[in-house]
């Protein structure tokens, strides 16, 4: 071979060994590059993944049974429009686009096939934004199980995930079927923890425990690995509460009617609690809005320390009866209705011109005279102060209470050794000045009375619940077995009732039945400056007005306390006049509710559980054939899923009873409108009970 020719064929060798030597280096670095460090690298990892599990929250509901916060789940819809064959979707997207703009009626069927065409191709929409390549957001809103059952059956998305592209992303949200009622009870609570109510207090139980399954990676989808044990989601722990509805209701309904009545009243309270065991049947706050509204945003219950005047008076009435001092008959002296007492000659007043003269201490503490229980308290405790604050503190009133939602302000009671004790102190304890007390605070107090001396602790929590059966309840927490004697209690009991028929609460009494309990008003200390007044330069003030009792008198069953907050105004808030109607509107609707003052129900299990032998999803999928406006059947369903199928068809749900639906009004296949009403009622399943 000549040396021309053979140098042509090493240059040509050498020209195809670094060739070949550099698609073989770039091989390697791309290898390496995409093993591990290229975002997108593809690994064994991305074959098998874990995807998280998620449970639903926990039911909160009355003490009967009755949800007063439910989580209903609705879907994002979306679809990969990459794993359809061509042929598939060409047949088959126009009749899909028909189907969607009919479910969501945001876009025309035409707009739709554009929308599924340009998102299948990546291409720019008419907003100018590029779509992802073969993914779509479908419709302009979540979907309820109902309209997901639908959407199973539209063309290619009936295929599912794998061939038809379909992706469903459950959402949880929370509904109160109550709207607004107890708001401040049940709560709120955000994604970060923040919150407030029951949701807050109790979201370690409510929320459940997340499962975890592992998914797989293959053409056309990720799918569940079907066959590896993994580990289940756990829905979230019921709450039964003692929030009776009714009650609850009525004491909403009663204050919101009487704050309406002026513009200077800012807000105002209802409690009611059952006498023998402390549990709180409703509990209502409302504050007037910027806008005239009136919203539970502020808790002035356990969350508003005040100085509560004249029902404070029944705390110095059962010192002086429990020391021996006095009794109901002692003879004290309403003077002309002016008392000046200490260096000071600080002045005690009543409202009544001239006075009440002279008088019994009953027929004082019925006309709530300031000027007698003043004296009282100086004629017995002045020389010893810390007997009276002894006094007080056995009969464990302003005990801290722990109230399970939280904001439980506590209580402040001064001595003589601190230096804001004066002279005046004492007789101002007297008659509900100088102390700081949350409307439960006092309303704890006059239970313990109602409930002859002992003092029970307000809650509101009766039982944590699983699958429809108490996993755990609460019976009442006793703070003291007795607060006073017998005898006291016999006596105070005789002037409760007395307040009602002869003193300043006589628009509460009632032939029907009989009513206990005290007036009491107050004027508010507020900032001013930088001072604390109890009236600005124009004489304006602010008050509380009150009133706290129990009832049935001869066998209690219920107290309540009610208290509206007034800003400042020159006019005059009196407990009697403006506590007082509230107080017995409450007590009327119970009465009412409640013929024969019979015991508050006890609770049953309530099973909202399908039958096993039937899931909810086998059973709502019979009736993808419900259409907008047709009433579905929710016989057999327990609690739960008969308000998930129902709400989320747009309906109003009511129920009353325990168990499985046995009937539903309107019947199954009625026509009823969006946003109608349907109340189902529930039983027991004899057998059920009896396994």
């Known amino acids: ?5 053979k140098s042509r064929y090493i240059k040509t060798f050498r020209v195809f060994f670094f060739v070949l030597t550099g698609m073989m280096l770039y091989a390697c670095a791309k290898i390496v590059y995409l093993q591990y460090y290229a975002k997108d690298r593809y690994s064994i990892e991305d074959e098998y993944k874990s995807y998280t599990l998620h449970p639903t929250r926990g039911t909160i509901f009355s003490y009967d049974g009755k949800p007063l916060a439910i989580s209903i789940t609705d879907n994002e819809i979306y679809m990969d429009l990459r794993v359809q064959s061509d042929s598939l979707f060409q047949a088959d997207y126009k009749a899909l686009a028909d189907s969607l703009s009919s479910l969501f009626q945001d876009k025309s069927p035409r707009e739709y096939q554009t929308y599924l065409l340009n998102c299948r191709a990546g291409k720019r929409g008419p907003d100018g934004k590029k779509y992802n390549t073969g993914y779509a957001r479908l419709g302009n809103r979540n979907l309820t199980y109902s309209e997901v059952e639908r959407l199973k059956h539209f063309p290619i998305l009936r295929l599912g995930a794998n061939k038809g592209g379909r992706i469903i992303n459950p959402k949880e949200k929370r509904e109160l079927p109550y709207g607004s009622l107890a708001r401040k009870v049940v709560g709120s609570i955000n994604q970060n ?17 997340k499962g975890e399954r592992k998914r797989y990676r293959q053409n056309g989808g990720i799918v569940p690995v079907q066959g590896l044990r993994y580990k289940p989601a756990e829905d979230g722990i019921d709450i039964r509460t003692t929030i009776d509805i009714a009650i609850q209701e ?11 009545i002026s513009e200077s009243l800012e807000g105002g309270t209802a409690v009611v609690m059952d006498v023998k065991t402390g549990a709180i049947r409703a509990l209502a706050n409302l504050k007037r809005m910027p806008d005239g509204s009136f919203s539970e945003s502020y808790n002035y219950a356990s969350g508003h320390p005040t100085e509560p005047g004249s ?8 010192a002086m009866l429990e020391d021996g001092y006095a009794t109901l008959d002692t003879p004290v002296s309403g003077l002309n209705g002016t008392w000046y007492y200490g260096k000071s000659h600080t002045k005690f007043s009543d409202t009544r011109p001239g006075g009440y003269g002279e008088m019994t201490v009953k027929t004082a503490f019925e006309h709530s005279s300031n000027v007698a229980f003043s004296q009282l308290a100086v004629r017995y405790y002045e020389n010893d102060p810390e007997a009276y604050l002894d006094r007080i503190h056995s009969m464990k009133l302003g005990v801290k209470l722990n109230l399970e939602i939280g904001e439980d302000a506590p209580s402040t009671f001064h001595s003589p050794s601190d230096n804001i004790w004066s002279e005046t102190t004492l007789p101002m304890m007297g008659i509900g000045y100088g102390v700081l007390l949350t409307p439960l605070h006092t309303l704890t107090f006059y239970n313990a009375v109602a409930n002859d001396g002992k003092m029970v602790k307000p809650f509101l929590v009766e039982a944590f619940c699983k699958d429809g059966k108490d996993i755990e309840t609460f019976s009442p ?28 609460a006589k628009i509460c009494d009632d032939k029907r039945y009989h009513i206990s309990g005290k007036t009491g008003t107050a004027q508010i200390a507020y900032q001013e400056g930088s001072k604390m007044v109890y009236k600005d330069a124009a004489g304006r003030k602010k008050h509380q007005a009150s009133f706290a009792g129990f009832f049935p008198s001869e066998n209690p069953k219920y107290s309540c306390i009610v208290v509206l907050y007034s800003g400042k105004t020159s006019s005059n808030f009196y407990g009697a006049s403006w506590a007082g109607p509230v107080f017995k509107k409450i007590a009327d609707q119970i009465y009412t509710t409640h013929p024969g003052w019979s015991e508050v129900l006890s609770s049953g299990d309530f099973d909202w559980k399908v039958d096993q032998k039937e899931g909810i999803n086998e059973y709502l ?9 047709v009433v579905p059947d929710v016989c057999g369903l327990g609690l739960r899923d008969a308000f998930r199928l129902l709400e989320n068809n747009g309906y109003q749900v009511t129920f009353s009873g ?8 309107p019947e199954a296949g009625s026509f009823l409108e969006r946003q109608g009403h349907i109340n189902i009622i529930l039983q027991e399943d004899e057998n059920r009970k009896n396994i």
Do not use: H, P, W
């Open 1 to 5: 071979m000549e040396d021309g020719a």
């Open 193 to 209: 923890g923040e919150g407030s109510g029951l949701e807050k207090s109790f979201d370690y139980r409510l929320r459940g425990t």
């Open 250 to 260: 009525a004491a909403e309904k009663a204050l919101r009617e009487q704050l309406a």
């Open 311 to 318: 029902t404070l008076k029944l705390s110095c009435l059962l």
């Open 477 to 504: 927490t006793v703070i003291s077995a007795s607060i006073c004697s017998k005898k006291t209690i016999t006596e105070a009991k005789k002037a409760l009732r007395g307040v009602v028929t002869d003193g300043t």
């Open 621 to 629: 999928a019979r009736q993808d054939n419900m259409v907008d406006g």
């Open 658 to 665: 325990a168990g499985r639906v046995t009937t539903q009004s």
